[in-house]
């Protein structure tokens, strides 16, 4: 299994700024980008919080794209998405997996959404080597992590992440804005996971950098 982290961040590395606002931090032409990666990916991931504050579809959206949409992914320890939210709405057009610490939710798998129960970490989340696991024996081979920052970090924590897609914004946040990146329990440069950039594109305002872990 691979995963790849997706970021989309100001110069300063947030996300949003401290009210949440995000869209958009980047430009259409990145936003594109983004969506053909998706189509390349078996499955997206986002944690909870994030599809809550953007009720997302997280598929791919292309010009004349016909093909195949990655299965949605919600790490959603407390089955806490809305029957009325995009993603359940439409569980049985588009695969949606919510990975929960608890029994499946009957009004989640009525509408079609598949729950699969993992164990859970610290603050009741899912663990996320076990979550990689699950979705293997679900048959992806790669997985498109789309955030936020608590997720990102959280993979990063891990070292689950073997590739960064990350577009960044010619604007500056603050260090009021949303990091990007949460909390990973570095206490020496020696501890930081370590990428290398792979290649480094323009796309209109923003730059699109391509990054691999390095071994």
Sequence with gaps: MSV???????????????SGESRWITGEKAREQVHRLRADHHAVVVGVETALADDPELTARLPGYAGPQPARVVLDSRQRLS??????KTAREVPTYVMATGAPDPSLTAA???VLTVPALGEDRPE?????????????SNLFVEGGGQVAGSFLR?????????FRAP???GGEGRPAVGAL???????APHFRRVEVTE?????????ARMA
């Design 171 to 173: 604007i500056l946040l």
């Design 128 to 140: 996320l080597k076990t979550v990689v696991q699950a979705l293997a024996a679900e048959g992806f």
């Design 83 to 88: 029957p009325g939210c995009k993603l359940v």
């Design 158 to 166: 891990c070292g689950l992440v073997d590739a960064i897609e990350w």
């Design 203 to 211: 796309l209109g305002d923003d730059l699109w950098e391509r990054y």
């Design 112 to 114: 079609g959404v598949r």
């Design 4 to 18: 790849t982290l997706k970021l989309a961040t100001s110069l300063d590395g947030r996300i949003a700024t401290a």
């Design 185 to 191: 329990a570095v206490a020496a440069l020696a501890e």
